[in-house]
T-cell receptor
Framework: AQSVTQLGSHVSVSEGALVLLRCNYS??????LFWYVQYPNQGLQLLLKYTTGATLVKGINGFEAEFKKSETSFHLTKPSAHMSDAAEYFCAVSVGMDSSYKLIFGSGTRLLVRP | DTGVSQDPRHKITKRGQNVTFRCDPI?????LYWYRQTLGQGPEFLTY????????KSRLLSDRFSAERPKGSFSTLEIQRTEQGDSAMYLC??????????????FGPGTRLTVT
């Protein structure tokens, strides 16, 4: 069965510093992986996705993530944090084996950006 | 493309009452998913539809929960005899058919349910 683990429920960085949010997945088949961002009292917005092809994927707002099969990881990075990046971030894997493609989410990482 | 919409955005109800939420997906999307998100957790899958057919229900979806998508467009999620444990954010998402897309789902703003 697929699962997702996000290390660190809270990450705090200074404005302008590197952002690194960690995600490890478990999947018995090649995974489809996603990062979503959620602002308070709002739904989830897709940041980026990996399905096939290039393992370094770029998303919106300057975020990118690298799929590393050997490490079963899909960590999210951004070179320079902005105050507007403060939000909750969710990593998710899509379940395709049963044709549902439902998403299995990690428990989330809250990013705090200090001025 | 107006995005996924959900109504109401907030609902406060007393324990034992019935509530119904509505989701309008992106118009050309055949698949519609419902998730539940409790405080401090990631969303959890509840059920999904392909067109009007409900193809899977999670074990989280007790007998008090029912979902419909009568004409393959909007969907409703009803909770009967609400309990305090039903308090959560209910999220709806939609997507194209798997072979038409790269599997991403687009989420609505959610309905926050508070049961008192």
């Amino acid at each position: 069965a697929q699962s997702v683990t996000q290390l660190g429920s809270h990450v705090s960085v200074s404005e302008g510093a590197l952002v690194l949010l960690r995600c490890n997945y478990s999947s018995s088949v090649p995974p489809y992986l996603f990062w979503y961002v959620q602002y308070p009292n709002q739904g989830l917005q897709l940041l980026l996705k990996y399905t096939t092809g290039a393992t370094l994927v770029k998303g919106i707002n300057g975020f990118e993530a690298e799929f590393k099969k050997s490490e079963t990881s899909f960590h999210l990075t951004k070179p320079s944090a902005h105050m507007s990046d403060a939000a909750e971030y969710f990593c998710a894997v899509s379940v395709g084996m049963d044709s549902s493609y439902k998403l299995i989410f990690g428990s989330g990482t809250r990013l705090l950006v200090r001025p | 493309d107006t995005g996924v919409s959900q109504d109401p955005r907030h609902k406060i109800t007393k324990r034992g009452q019935n509530v119904t939420f509505r989701c309008d997906p992106i118009s050309e999307h055949n698949r519609l998913y419902w998730y539940r998100q409790t405080l401090g957790q990631g969303p959890e899958f509840l059920t999904y539809f392909q067109n009007e057919a409900q193809l899977e229900k999670s074990r989280l979806l007790s007998d008090r929960f029912s979902a419909e998508r009568p004409k393959g467009s909007f969907s409703t999620l009803e909770i009967q005899r609400t309990e305090q444990g039903d308090s959560a954010m209910y999220l709806c998402a939609s997507s194209k058919q798997p072979w038409q897309t790269t599997y991403e789902q687009y989420f609505g703003p959610g309905t926050r349910l508070t049961v008192t």
